[in-house]
C-alpha cells in the first residue's frame, strides 16, 4: 500500500555537527510534510512542501522536495541539543489521510 | 487559539476492560483524526471524521474500537475490550479543512493494558 520510507531509523551526532534525515515514496506525492517530535511530546508540523525541486527554509532547517516527487530531505545546519527528537515526513494522500514515515530520531550530545 | 484538547492524559487498564478517550479539537476544525502511535513507531490514522460523519475508518479494528462525533465538535474513541496490544498513544488532531495546511495534534493519552 501506499507509504513513505525514512532513513536513517537513528541518528547521533555532536552538537555542531549537521543532521539530514531522508523520505522516500514509490509513488509520486502531490505534496509532503514534515512534523518533529520531541520525547514525550506530540507531532508538531513544520512545513508543507508542495512545488517540484522546491526548498524552504527555517533558520537552520533545510526542506527540499525532489524533482520527481517522490522524495524530500531535511537538513539542520550546526545541531543543538533543542533539535533532538524524531523528524516524520508525512505524505497527505489524495484520500484525505496523512501516513507518516516511521521517523529519525535524532540525538544530540552536547 | 487554544489548541487540540485530550483527555485523559495517562490511563493504565487491565486487558479485557473498556477504556474511553476524548478529544476537542480547535474551534472551526472541520476534520478531526484519531491516530495510534506505538512506541518507536509513526502515528497510524484509526478514523478521519468530516463534521460529524466518517470518512475513513478502514484501519479501525471494528470489532473492539468505536468513535463517534456527536455535533461534529467533540469525539471520544473507546476500546471495549482491551488487549495487551493496544498499548499506545492514542493521538487527535483536527485541521480547519483537510491535510493540506498541516494538522494540529493534542498531547494525547497513554494507554498502558496490563
Known amino acids: 500500500g501506499q507509504q513513505v520510507m525514512q532513513i536513517p531509523q537513528y541518528q547521533h551526532v555532536q552538537e555542531g555537527e549537521d543532521f539530514t ?62 533539535d533532538v527528537g ?6 497527505p494522500s489524495n484520500t484525505g489521510k496523512l501516513i507518516f514515515g516511521q521517523g529519525t530520531t535524532l540525538q544530540v550530545k552536547p | 487559539e487554544a489548541g487540540v484538547a485530550q483527555s485523559p492524559r495517562y490511563k493504565i487498564i487491565e486487558k479485557r476492560q473498556s477504556v474511553a478517550f476524548w478529544c476537542n479539537p480547535i474551534s472551526g476544525h472541520a476534520t ?23 470518512v475513513d475508518d478502514s484501519q479501525l479494528p471494528k470489532d473492539r474500537f468505536s468513535a463517534e462525533r456527536l455535533k461534529g465538535v467533540d469525539s471520544t474513541l473507546k476500546i471495549q475490550p482491551a ?10 488532531a483536527s485541521s480547519l479543512w483537510g491535510p493540506g495546511e498541516g494538522y494540529t495534534f493534542g498531547s494525547g493519552t497513554r494507554l498502558t493494558v496490563v
Request: with cysteine; net charge positive; hydrophobic share 30%.
Open chain 1, 21 to 82: 534525515t531522508y523520505c522516500n515514496s514509490s509513488t509520486t506525492l502531490s505534496n509532503i510534510q514534515w512534523y518533529k517530535q520531541r520525547p514525550g511530546g506530540h507531532p508538531v508540523f513544520l512545513i508543507q512542501l508542495v512545488k517540484s525541486g522546491e526548498v524552504k527554509k527555517q533558520k537552520r532547517l533545510t526542506f527540499q522536495f525532489g524533482e520527481a516527487k517522490k522524495n524530500s530531505s531535511l537538513h539542520i545546519t550546526a545541531t543543538q541539543t533543542t
Open chain 1, 86 to 91: 524524531t523528524y516524520f515526513c508525512a505524505d
Open chain 2, 32 to 54: 478531526l483524526y484519531w491516530y495510534q502511535q506505538i512506541l518507536g513507531q509513526g502515528p497510524k490514522l484509526l478514523i478521519q471524521f468530516q463534521n460529524n460523519g466518517v
Open chain 2, 83 to 92: 488487549k495487551l496490544e493496544d498499548s499506545a498513544v492514542y493521538l487527535c
